[in-house]
């Protein structure tokens, strides 16, 4: 899979969980379909799968800027981890300012990653 394609889809799955999350678009889907106990758990799964997306993004970001420096896949994955369990420890209080700090932090890698190690034409045509 090229870092196109994962960034698409990384950016996909976040606008998905970002839209489940904050709207009542799932709740009156699942309720639709006569799941409705299951309300009560979506956050536990759609929130770990937004900070999952944003990982993603992150992680075609720096394939697409020809891997400067170290791959982030382990830290990526420890502050996936350490969002979800945070967010979850502080019972859901705080998920919208996790949530934008969360993309933002993915956002600014984005800028830094531009500024920092721009991409030349034959950077790109050899990966």
């Known amino acids: 899979m090229n870092d196109k394609t994962l960034l698409r889809r990384g950016l996909i799955g976040s606008v998905f969980a970002a839209i489940c999350c904050f709207t009542p678009l799932l709740v009156v889907l699942v309720a639709g379909a006569g799941l409705s106990a299951l309300v009560g758990w979506l956050d536990y799964a759609l929130f770990p799968l937004l900070f999952a997306s944003l990982g993603v993004v992150a992680h075609a970001l720096w394939l697409q800027a020809g891997k400067p420096g170290r791959c982030p896949k382990n830290l990526i994955v420890v502050a996936t981890v350490v ?27 984005a800028v830094w990653l531009k500024r920092a190690h721009p991409t030349s034409p034959a950077t790109t045509k050899s990966s």
């Open 83 to 109: 969002l979800s369990v945070l967010l979850i420890w502080l019972e859901f209080r705080f998920a919208l300012r996790i949530s934008v700090a969360a993309a933002l932090s993915v956002a600014l890698y």
